[in-house]
């Protein structure tokens, strides 16, 4: 190991980085329980006085985040299979085939990413209109799936390069097409790469707002960003109850990153760094 | 690259045969969704197309009038110039307190869940909710920022309203949310550096300071100018931020904002093309340093 570090000095940067990672989740946690008046108090407190779920009845009867939060869920789990999959086709051809240009494929796979969504908003609001698809899921899944299709290939390259070729061909040599292979070798064996891949393709998705706000604007096809960001009012703002949404936001997304962390940090490095 | 030691064709699949159809949906979706909008927004670039007028059915081609008109457009340059501020504060901000946040994550802690939880909980975070949860930190009257300095016997600021403040504000929400994505790659790239060169430099009696600037940064550099390009680009595109902490407002306007109000709220196709087509060939130009980076670092 390193030189050792005394254990005062541990706790102290691990307080630092949770505090500053953490501060801002806690904080709305904290106010969701609040009542109206108690926000407005000055000096503000920092722990509920009289704690209440009221604001999650509101959230959940006075404003329609049951609804806002089906909508970001069909446009991300959508957006995610279809994403997945067709980066998954891709990826194999470019882990494995002998493909002229594959280097360009690449920089073109990484260009694209880099792309600035706004630039892409007007031409696709623009077809949306004209192919009748506002407020359609459509509208939103194929771009959201689009968009993840670079950091899916990528991660998943990097999956396939990983999976002895010789698996494969010992599978070829007895008797399987390569499509065989690919489906009863391949596919198992890479199940970690496709999730890790699945994982960013829905966070993506699940964050996504500029898009979101232009293709699906009437109130009842809202995604939780969108929703959420209209909680305020011109001259109000509803703190407890937007506070109550937001963590009604943030569950099911911090769920799936606090059980599978090992999975996203590895493949946020694979799709970043080695892109 | 990597090349098979074999070229067999299987079934009526020759090898090439099966790359392209497998590439296909891909290059299919991505040709739908970013290749031609691209296409189409150099071609209305160059029309007068409004929606609110007789242009909306019947583009007049106008040649490159749209980007003079840019040019001379005082509104354009104020954006332009709000999103070179905002590069050039948040990006060093960013890299400056992610590798302090990597640094502190990468020490030997026995449990290591809760401090990688720490990093990759504002990274998961919408930048939309990151920018309300802002806003409402800088409220000058309920904001827990203002609560802080009032108890440091500082004194309240209107944070929102006072257009410096609202850039600092913003400035500051942006590198939080961001530099969590920077510590995360660097962290991963202070894990490949070999603990025997600590250990050597530290025989040699090398303390931790110099250990860091011997050692660490340079063994890291690669990493930092990955995740410096990655944020240019990013920040380049600041739209959620400023956009949630105004509400929508736009008394601070970055680029893309202008844009998408120019074509989407003002429907006004043709100029608003012009716009992102002027953002867009600056992003690009901003990639191919990235990409010409990443070919250099891989040979």
């Known amino acids: 190991m390193r030189l050792s570090t005394p254990r005062i000095w541990l706790w102290l940067a691990a307080a630092i980085v949770m505090v500053n990672g953490f501060f801002p989740a806690v904080w709305i946690l904290l106010t969701s329980f609040k009542t109206e008046g108690e926000l407005t108090q000055i000096p503000i407190t920092w722990w509920p006085e009289n704690p209440t779920l009221q604001n999650y009845i509101q959230a959940f009867t006075g404003a329609p985040i049951g609804r806002y939060f089906i909508n970001s869920l069909i446009v991300a789990v959508g957006a995610t299979l279809l994403c997945v999959f067709v980066s998954a086709l891709a990826a194999y051809a470019l882990a494995r085939l002998r493909i002229p240009y594959k280097t360009l494929i690449f920089s073109l796979l990484v260009g694209v990413s880099m792309f600035p969504t706004v630039t892409l908003l007007l031409p696709l609001f623009e077809m949306v209109l004209a192919l009748g698809l506002r407020n359609n899921y459509i509208a939103l899944i194929l771009p959201h799936a689009a968009l993840s299709i670079p950091v899916a290939t990528l991660v998943l390259v990097s999956f396939f390069q990983g999976i002895p070729r010789d698996l494969e061909s010992a599978a070829m040599v007895d008797g399987c097409t390569r499509l065989g292979a690919l489906w009863r070798v391949v596919v198992p064996l890479s199940a970690p790469g496709v999730f890790t891949a699945s994982i960013l393709a829905f966070v993506n998705s699940w964050d996504e707002f500029l898009l979101a706000l232009t293709l699906m604007p009437s109130q009842a096809m809202r995604t939780l960003p969108v929703g959420i960001q209209f909680l305020q009012g011109e001259y109000t703002f509803p703190w407890p109850l937007i506070s109550a949404a937001l963590v009604i936001a943030l569950v099911p997304v911090a769920l799936v990153i606090a059980i599978f962390q090992e999975r996203v940090v590895g493949g946020l490095t694979q799709g970043g760094v080695k892109g | ?299």
């Open chain 2, 1 to 299: 690259m990597t090349q098979p030691k074999y070229r067999r064709s299987f079934g009526d699949l020759s090898e090439r045969a099966l790359a392209f159809w497998l590439l296909l949906p891909a290059a299919m979706l991505l040709a739908l969704v970013a290749l031609y909008p691209v296409a189409r927004l150099i071609y209305t670039s160059l029309f007068r197309r409004r929606l609110t007028d007789e242009t909306g059915l019947s583009p007049v081609y106008v040649g490159l009038s749209n980007f003079a008109q840019a040019l001379s457009d005082e509104r354009f340059w104020t954006a332009l110039w709000n999103t070179l501020l905002i590069v050039l504060v948040t990006v060093p901000g960013a890299l400056l307190v992610g590798l302090l946040l990597a640094l502190l994550a990468n020490l030997p802690f026995r449990v290591k869940w809760p401090v990688r939880l720490g990093l990759l909980l504002p990274w998961a975070l919408p930048l939309v909710f990151a920018g309300l949860i802002f806003r409402w930190f800088f409220d000058s009257q309920y904001g827990v920022v203002n609560d802080i300095l009032v108890r440091l016997g500082g004194e309240r600021l209107l944070w929102i309203t006072t257009p410096d403040l609202l850039f600092w504000a913003i400035c500051i929400s942006i590198i939080w949310k961001s530099s969590s994505f920077v510590a995360l790659i660097l962290l991963a790239g202070l894990q490949v550096i070999p603990k025997e060169l600590y250990e050597s430099a530290a025989v040699d009696g090398a303390n931790r300071w110099q250990s860091f600037w011997r050692i660490t940064l340079p063994l890291l550099t690669p990493a930092i100018l990955v995740a410096a390009i990655f944020r240019t680009i990013t920040a380049f595109q600041t739209f959620d931020i400023p956009y949630a902490m105004q509400n929508g407002g736009s008394a601070f306007e970055t680029l893309a904002m202008y844009v998408r109000t120019t074509s989407i709220e003002n429907l006004n196709f043709g100029y608003g093309s012009a716009l992102a087509v002027l953002m867009f060939l600056i992003s690009f130009a901003v990639t191919l340093v990235y990409l010409r980076y990443v070919r250099g670092a891989e040979d």
